[in-house]
Nanobody, 115 residues
Framework: QVQLVQSGGGLVQPGGSLRLSCAAS????????MAWYRQAPGKQRELVAE???????YYEDSVKGRFTISRDNTKNTAYLQMNTLKPEDTAVYYC?????????WGQGTQVTVSS
């Protein structure tokens, strides 16, 4: 089993930055992929960024060049650095870990981009 606890998020003005954190515990040695998803009101949850153990990354087109996913194995924590935020980035953000061929989710955190 893997447990994920998120922190960060909040209200930020357009053009601002936020960093989300996702602390993992449990059988973390079996994690193969860390990812961030988001879900805006009335929309489906979508994959924002993904980081595999081999270092491969994926970014959704609208966040390329603005968001960066990273992982600090010494702290068992994944991060999503979000820069140049736009109102359309407003959503609940979730981290997800893949281990034992299963997905484990964080509790979600609200990000609101508004002036």
């Amino acid at each position: 089993q893997v447990q994920l606890v998120q922190s960060g998020g909040g209200l930020v003005q357009p053009g601002g930055s936020l960093r989300l954190s996702c602390a993992a515990s449990g059988t973390i040695s079996r994690i193969t992929t860390m990812a961030w998803y988001r879900q805006a009101p009335g929309k489906q949850r979508e994959l924002v960024a993904e980081l595999a153990n081999d270092g491969d990354t994926y970014y959704e087109d609208s966040v390329k060049g603005r968001f960066t996913i990273s992982r600090d194995n010494t702290k068992n924590t994944a991060y999503l650095q979000m820069n140049t935020l736009k109102p359309e980035d407003t959503a609940v953000y979730y981290c997800r870990a893949v281990a034992f061929l299963r997905g484990f989710w964080g509790q979600g955190t609200q990000v609101t981009v508004s002036s």
